[in-house]
């Protein structure tokens, strides 16, 4: 686990020159033509970034931003890193906090172990892992396409040729962590990010669990996860195995066609909810989707 630099405040990010006294960069260095020209503009433009970009303290290498979202033990929070100027999002786990639940706790460090097996186009890149004595740190890929949540929001539900790009891509992504004998056990619409292009971005393995970092290949049996995406039989606790991801993705494609969810009850209780899924009680589809 690499170090970090601590949980500091950080009044201004040090910043390389070509002149010796550490102001303002002087001419570049001669060499062969547009070379160095073009590295002192690049180091120019990133001493600017730095400068520009508001924070709160240094972790290492990265400068902690703005907040960007809040979870029970986490906050993720817009970084930058001090020596590219590239822009990260950066997932902020407060030990002290995660401490009032054992299952945090015990699993703290799975999340990012688990990221660094995955590499895919559709799911959201761990590009570092910083600890310090009070929090957790996994700094990943920063998605600037926004959340697909607040997407379905704004327009109610997705066109079916926008749903049917998203779920294949869900799709992809899942089929990889199968492979990888990862299972994410909480596909919701709230983890799912896009990019600039309007690419999905998985997010999200807190809860996920992958049979080879536990060293057997049983089924999983812990009930885990949002109740209305979840599999019955991860409800009714009993083992389980890939499949209830596959039942999370069709929550997830119902959700993007109606902007609502297939199972609900009202008010809220874990066995009404679950009987209704064994009672094939769904909410009915609108009349306007195509066959």
């Not at 002087?26 to 590295?39: R, V």
């Not at 996994?138 to 997407?151: A, D, I, Q, Y």
């Amino acid at each position: 686990m690499p170090a970090a630099a601590g949980d500091g405040l950080l009044s201004e990010p040090p910043a390389a020159s070509f002149g010796d006294s550490g102001g303002e960069p002087t001419t570049p260095p001669p060499g062969p033509e547009g070379t160095f020209l073009a590295a002192w503009v690049n180091a120019a433009a990133s001493r600017e970034r730095l400068r520009e970009f508001q924070h709160i303290k240094r972790v290492g290498n990265y400068l902690i931003g703005r907040k960007l979202g809040e979870g029970s033990f986490a906050k993720v929070r817009e970084g930058m890193h001090v020596v590219t100027g590239e822009k990260v999002a950066v997932k902020v786990i407060d030990k002290k906090r995660a401490k009032k639940d054992t299952y945090v706790t015990k699993n703290l460090r799975r999340e990012g172990q688990i990221q660094q097996m995955i590499r895919h186009p559709n799911i959201a890149q761990l590009l570092d892992i910083l600890e310090t004595e009070n929090s957790y740190y996994l700094v990943m890929e920063l998605c600037t396409g926004g959340n697909l949540m607040h997407k379905i929001y704004e327009k109610k539900r997705l066109e079916e040729h926008e749903a049917r790009k998203y779920i294949w891509q869900l799709i992809l992504a899942v089929e990889h962590l199968h492979r990888a004998g990862v299972v994410h056990r909480d596909l919701k619409i709230e983890n799912l990010l896009l990019d600039e292009d309007s690419n999905i971005k998985l997010i999200d393995f807190g809860l996920s669990n992958c049979a080879s970092i536990l060293g057997y290949s049983d089924p999983f049996s812990t009930q885990c996860g949002s109740p209305a995406y979840a599999a019955p039989e991860l409800l009714a606790r009993k083992k389980y195995g890939p499949k209830i991801d596959v039942w999370s993705i069709g929550v997830n494609m119902y959700a993007m066609l109606t902007g609502t969810l297939p199972f609900t009850v009202e008010p809220f209780s874990l066995r009404a909810l679950y009987q209704k899924m064994v009672d094939k009680e769904m909410n009915p589809l609108p009349t306007q989707l195509s066959a």
